[in-house]
Structures are given as structure tokens and as C-alpha cells.
């Protein structure tokens, strides 16, 4: 089955650097690959996904890049705000699996002030 | 936007005992699936449905039963609690066609 590695577990940066988190996943069959955060005491949001047909996405300070070839996915997040402190996961998922979506471990990113 | 309940928020048992934590939601999405957050070991599928009627094992499903009678309803049991199932359970549902998952609320489970 699919297994998701997640790296790094945490990753504190001063506010107004980028934090980049990075995800390796097994399975060459996945295709859809979403990006999670999560604040303390509250559930996993989606933030941002990307398909593998394409090999860069962007939401205002936060993208996404894809490396089907070596099967790497990348959470970049720019001018980073106290606001970013949270836990971001990645995931990914195939269209025949009935949407099973697979996690990483997640990184607890700190926004230093 | 999708709305999804789960029911209790919060719930202490004892090594033993039994207990059914409830997802619903509220408009009329087909598939919904079961979650357990452990520290450093992200979300874990439990078990998930793709319609009413049907349910599907995830990646860890030993310990627990799901049914989905009634298509806005998901339910999962636990018939004798463990101490490795204290947990933070979270309830998801596919919003669309294009795989995003929108989660419930969660419940913090503790087995004494």
C-alpha cells in the first residue's frame, strides 16, 4: 500500500522567512495530492492540493510543487506570520481507492516573532 | 459548505466497555470516513463507506465496527475498549468529485 514520509517533524523559522515541508510518497499509482493544517485543538483544513498533471501550484504565500519522477511533493510557504504556527500534513490519494486518502506524520511548523 | 457533526465531543470509558461515536452530516455526500490522530503518527484511516449500505476497512481497522444504515450517518463502535484506543477521532466526508476531504470536529476518546 501507499506510504507517505513526512519530513521535518518540526521546523520553527523567524516571521517573515519561508518554511518549506517535504513529502515522499511509494505508490507511483497516487494522483491527487492535498496539504493539511491543523490548529491546536481544532480539525485537519484543507490548504492546498495539487494533481499530478501538473508540477506547480500557488495560493497567494503558500505553493505546492510535484516531482512524479521522483515521487516528492513540496509545501513551500512564503512571509511567513504568526498565524502559519500550526501542524501541516500531506497526504496522498489515487481515483481508484475510493478517495483513501494516506497521511504523512505531520510538521509542527513555529512561527518565530 | 459541508457541515459535519460529530457526537460526544469528549468521552472517558473503562478497559471494557463499549461505546458508538456518531458522524453526521447534512447534505447528502456519498462517501465518509473514520479517522484515529495519534502524536507523530498524523490521521490513520479506520474505516470508511462509499454509500449507504456499504462500508470498506482502512489501514487499521482491528478493534472497531462501522455502519452506515442511513446515508447522513456514519457510525463507529467500539464493542470493548483498550487503552490503545485512546485517540482524538476524526470524522471526514468527500466534498466533491475531485477527492477533497472536509473533517468533523473530532472526539477525544480516553480508555482508563
Known amino acids: 500500500g501507499e506510504n507517505v514520509e513526512q519530513h521535518p517533524s518540526t521546523l520553527s523559522v523567524q516571521e517573515g522567512d519561508s518554511a518549506v515541508i517535504k513529502c515522499t510518497y511509494s505508490d507511483s499509482a497516487s494522483n491527487y495530492f492535498p496539504w493539511y493544517k491543523q490548529e491546536l485543538g481544532k480539525r485537519p483544513q484543507l490548504i492546498i492540493d495539487?494533481?499530478?498533471?501538473?508540477g506547480e501550484k500557488k495560493d497567494q504565500r503558500i505553493a505546492v510543487t510535484l516531482n512524479k519522477t521522483a515521487k516528492h511533493f513540496s509545501l513551500h510557504i512564503t512571509e511567513t506570520q504568526p498565524e502559519d504556527s500550526a501542524v501541516y500534513f500531506c497526504a496522498a490519494s489515487k481515483d481508484s481507492s475510493a478517495s483513501k486518502i494516506i497521511f504523512g506524520s505531520g510538521t509542527r511548523l513555529s512561527i518565530r516573532p | 459548505n459541508a457541515g459535519v457533526t460529530q457526537t460526544p465531543k469528549f468521552r472517558v470509558l473503562k478497559t471494557g466497555q463499549s461505546m458508538t461515536l456518531l458522524c453526521a452530516q447534512d447534505?447528502?455526500?456519498?462517501?465518509m470516513y473514520w479517522y484515529r490522530q495519534d502524536p507523530g503518527m498524523g490521521l490513520r484511516l479506520i474505516h470508511y463507506s462509499v454509500g449507504e449500505g456499504t462500508t470498506a476497512k482502512g489501514e487499521v481497522p482491528d478493534g472497531y465496527n462501522v455502519s452506515r444504515l442511513k446515508k447522513q450517518n456514519f457510525l463507529l463502535g467500539l464493542e470493548s475498549a483498550a487503552p490503545s484506543q485512546t485517540s482524538v477521532y476524526f470524522c471526514a466526508i468527500r466534498t466533491g468529485a475531485q477527492d477533497e476531504q472536509f473533517f468533523g470536529p473530532g472526539t477525544r476518546l480516553t480508555v482508563l
Open positions: 447534505m447528502n455526500h456519498e462517501y
Open positions: 495539487i494533481r499530478s498533471n501538473v
